[in-house]
């Protein structure tokens, strides 16, 4: 148990014995920096639970700690606030628990506990990836590892939406203004070649709509009748048919696109176990509505239309095949997430990192689910998040105007050779060393600022304002990591260190307070699907290990002792923030 679950326990045992009350929780917060104490017991909560003056109360919880439990040698009390003060001895025992555990914080798999599968990325196939990607990749990927740390089992997966009328688009662009151009020929990756028809046919739309208008048709006539759309909803039934050129043409031109998209991962640094394709899983479902119109799940309208009523849930009624008998988004995504238990029969929850205007989706697919009798679907979870601008304005795929993943990553890693050239905090490196810091750098700069934001919240992302070497950024926190590193260089780690000998001094005590919370920050953050969790501790870390080494001399210390003890220290804190940038998915160099 760590320092919070321990005091957990004997302030309910305090609460039952002096008060004949149980509590089921008891609130912590961090002792405020003007008073003694470790870690402060909210006493007002308890109100609720019994009734009485809050700074007795206080006090006589912490007369019973006092007395009971061998962490706590004293505490004051603050109008309803318990501030209590814990004993070194706990503190340098954790530490015996730290030292040379290079997987701190992360629990192994439970035996039989059932699996997770997150899904993340499910990008089109009719243009490469951009900011908006970006952003949902790395808070699936960040969940994915937050939850495998946590002790889960996981299995990362996407769904790439690689057919329907916007793949024709493109499709259909190429075949009349191609002329026959592949990645190839034209030196374009190929998720950007697909991506180019797909604006040429935005273009070609819009040509044809301004001419039927200029002949008498309305704007929406116009819209509806334009030849080029015409010939794509053509060209998709062509597809839905098994049609030989056109299934020929969908499957060259896909290939360009996953062979673009792996590259992209590849240099976001990302990664899946399992893909679904939606030209596999669009039928899937069906089946599943005839079972659901046995049970009553669904009904039948007079158009042979069949839905999902859901208004006495609070929401509405829902389609799930049309008149003529084709499926739907959701019946599609129901035949899914029913499909994904079947190949893996340890998975027991999902989640579906996607964008916040699909949240209402989400609450039909997992009600529908629920109804359909699947017991699984209690641990089905939408990681919604807000979307992400530049200080340019919004994005337009269709008119061209999109971030570019790649561009992005590039950019980041100029942006990081600029600043790092301007500080001077390369000199003595080869031309090779640089360029590889700078991509590291620049990739753990975008995602931390990324991932620093709770997933809920809108961002205007600043590539500049990331990359700074001071305050909560990426490069700050990774200029201290090889801060340590330098440290360690010239130190002696394998010296023994006899612990009974140390006194702790109060800036060595906060950063052993502070590394105490990481194993239980990591579950909260798993708990609540979270990376800020962990982004915003490890800064709190580095702050912490920051006022160390300006307070306290390490490599200069007064005694051997008190030398190997601050080395050590130093190395846990390194250790912790390679463990929870990892599950960030950021590097840590060792020279900075």
Same mark, same amino acid.
């Given at each position: 148990?760590?320092?919070?679950?321990?005091?957990?326990?004997?302030?309910?045992?305090?609460?039952?014995?002096?008060?004949?009350?149980?509590?089921?929780?008891?609130?912590? !917060?961090?002792?405020?920096? /003007?008073?003694?104490?470790?870690?402060?017991?909210?006493?007002?909560?308890?109100?609720?639970?019994?009734?009485?003056?809050?700074? !007795?109360?206080?006090?006589?919880?912490?007369?019973?700690?006092?007395?009971?439990?061998?962490?706590?040698?004293?505490?004051?009390?603050?109008?309803?606030?318990?501030?209590?003060?814990?004993?070194?001895?706990?503190?340098?025992?954790?530490?015996?628990?730290?030292?040379?555990?290079?997987?701190?914080?992360?629990?192994?798999?439970?035996?039989?506990?059932?699996?997770?599968?997150?899904?993340?990325?499910?990008?089109? @196939?009719?243009?490469?990836?951009?900011?908006?990607?970006?952003?949902?990749?790395?808070?699936?990927?960040?969940?994915?590892?937050?939850?495998?740390?946590?002790?889960?089992?996981?299995?990362?997966?996407?769904?790439?939406?690689?057919?329907?009328?916007?793949?024709?688009?493109?499709?259909?662009?190429?075949?009349?203004?191609?002329?026959?151009?592949?990645?190839?020929?034209?030196?374009?990756?190929?998720?950007?070649?697909?991506?180019?028809?797909?604006?040429?046919?935005?273009?070609?739309?819009?040509?044809?709509?301004? !001419?039927?208008?200029?002949?008498?048709?309305?704007?929406?006539?116009?819209?509806? /009748?334009?030849?080029?759309?015409?010939?794509?909803?053509?060209?998709?039934?062509?597809? /839905?048919?098994?049609?030989?050129?056109?299934?020929?043409?969908?499957?060259?031109?896909?290939?360009?696109?996953?062979?673009?998209?792996?590259? @992209?991962?590849?240099?976001?640094?990302?990664?899946?176990?399992?893909?679904?394709?939606?030209?596999?899983?669009?039928?899937?479902?069906?089946?599943?509505?005839?079972?659901?119109?046995?049970?009553?799940?669904?009904?039948?309208?007079?158009?042979?239309?069949?839905?999902?009523?859901?208004?006495?849930?609070?929401?509405?009624?829902?389609?799930?095949?049309?008149?003529?008998?084709?499926?739907?988004?959701?019946?599609?995504?129901?035949? @899914?997430?029913?499909?994904?238990?079947?190949?893996?029969?340890?998975?027991?929850?999902?989640?579906?990192?996607?964008?916040?205007?699909?949240?209402?989706?989400?609450?039909?697919?997992?009600?529908?689910?629920?109804?359909?009798?699947?017991?699984?679907?209690?641990?089905?979870?939408?990681?919604?998040?807000?979307?992400?601008?530049?200080?340019?304005?919004?994005?337009?795929?269709?008119?061209?105007?999109?971030?570019?993943?790649?561009?992005?990553?590039? /950019?980041?890693?100029?942006?990081?050779?600029?600043?790092?050239?301007?500080?001077?905090?390369?000199?003595?490196?080869?031309?090779?060393?640089?360029?590889?810091?700078?991509?590291?750098?620049?990739?753990?700069?975008?995602?931390?600022?990324?991932?620093?934001?709770?997933?809920?919240?809108?961002?205007?992302?600043?590539?500049?304002?990331?990359?700074?070497?001071?305050?909560?950024?990426?490069?700050?926190?990774?200029?201290?990591?090889?801060?340590?590193?330098?440290?360690?260089?010239?130190?002696?780690?394998?010296?023994?260190?006899?612990?009974?000998?140390?006194?702790?001094?109060?800036?060595e005590k906060e950063l052993l307070k502070q590394l105490e919370l990481f194993p239980g920050l990591i579950q909260n953050a798993a708990d609540q699907h979270s990376p800020a969790l962990i982004a915003n501790y490890t800064y709190d870390l580095v702050k912490e290990f920051n006022s160390f080494y300006q307070n306290v001399s390490i490599l200069g210390a007064g005694t051997t002792i008190e030398k190997t003890f601050r080395v050590q220290l130093s190395y846990a804190v390194a250790q912790t923030i390679k463990n929870a940038f990892s599950l960030l998915g950021i590097a840590v160099p060792e020279r900075m």
């Amino acid at each position: 148990m760590n320092l919070q679950e321990t005091l957990s326990h004997h302030v309910k045992q305090a609460v039952s014995s002096l008060f004949n009350a149980d509590l089921l929780t008891v609130e912590f !917060q961090a002792t405020r920096k /003007e008073f003694a104490g470790d870690i402060t017991v909210v006493v007002f909560p308890m109100l609720r639970v019994f009734k009485g003056n809050p700074v !007795q109360i206080g006090q006589q919880i912490g007369d019973y700690l006092v007395k009971h439990v061998d962490e706590v040698k004293a505490f004051n009390v603050v109008k309803g606030f318990l501030n209590i003060e814990i004993t070194d001895e706990y503190y340098l025992n954790f530490f015996k628990t730290l030292q040379d555990k290079e997987d701190y914080g992360f629990v192994n798999p439970t035996q039989g506990e059932k699996a997770v599968m997150v899904e993340y990325s499910s990008p089109n @196939t009719n243009k490469p990836l951009h900011l908006g990607h970006v952003r949902n990749n790395l808070l699936g990927y960040s969940v994915a590892e937050i939850l495998k740390a946590s002790g889960k089992t996981v299995y990362k997966t996407q769904i790439i939406n690689d057919r329907g009328i916007h793949i024709c688009k493109s499709m259909l662009a190429w075949k009349y203004f191609g002329n026959g151009e592949t990645p190839k020929s034209s030196g374009l990756k190929g998720d950007k070649l697909v991506g180019k028809y797909y604006v040429k046919f935005d273009q070609e739309f819009k040509k044809e709509i301004q !001419q039927l208008i200029s002949e008498g048709k309305t704007e929406e006539e116009a819209k509806k /009748e334009a030849p080029i759309l015409l010939e794509a909803q053509q060209m998709l039934l062509k597809w /839905e048919a098994g049609d030989v050129k056109t299934v020929e043409l969908w499957k060259t031109m896909n290939g360009w696109v996953y062979k673009g998209f792996a590259e @992209t991962y590849i240099n976001l640094g990302v990664d899946f176990d399992t893909l679904y394709y939606e030209s596999e899983t669009y039928l899937l479902g069906k089946e599943f509505v005839t079972e659901g119109l046995k049970t009553g799940v669904f009904f039948k309208k007079e158009d042979g239309s069949v839905w999902c009523d859901l208004t006495a849930d609070g929401l509405d009624e829902k389609i799930v095949l049309r008149s003529d008998g084709t499926a739907v988004y959701m019946t599609q995504d129901i035949g @899914t997430a029913i499909q994904r238990v079947k190949d893996f029969p340890d998975v027991g929850g999902m989640v579906y990192t996607v964008g916040n205007e699909q949240e209402y989706h989400f609450q039909v697919l997992f009600l529908i689910i629920k109804k359909l009798g699947f017991e699984w679907a209690k641990n089905l979870f939408h990681l919604s998040y807000g979307m992400v601008d530049l200080p340019s304005g919004k994005m337009k795929s269709r008119e061209g105007t999109v971030v570019d993943a790649d561009d992005l990553i590039v /950019e980041m890693a100029k942006t990081a050779e600029t600043i790092s050239e301007e500080l001077g905090k390369l000199d003595g490196y080869s031309e090779v060393e640089k360029k590889e810091l700078y991509k590291i750098i620049g990739l753990g700069a975008l995602k931390y600022h990324i991932l620093k934001v709770d997933p809920k919240k809108h961002i205007l992302f600043d590539p500049k304002e990331s990359i700074d070497f001071q305050g909560n950024t990426g490069p700050f926190i990774q200029y201290t990591y090889a801060r340590i590193q330098s440290i360690l260089r010239k130190a002696d780690l394998k010296t023994k260190l006899s612990l009974e000998e140390v006194t702790l001094h109060e800036k060595e005590k906060e950063l052993l307070k502070q590394l105490e919370l990481f194993p239980g920050l990591i579950q909260n953050a798993a708990d609540q699907h979270s990376p800020a969790l962990i982004a915003n501790y490890t800064y709190d870390l580095v702050k912490e290990f920051n006022s160390f080494y300006q307070n306290v001399s390490i490599l200069g210390a007064g005694t051997t002792i008190e030398k190997t003890f601050r080395v050590q220290l130093s190395y846990a804190v390194a250790q912790t923030i390679k463990n929870a940038f990892s599950l960030l998915g950021i590097a840590v160099p060792e020279r900075m």
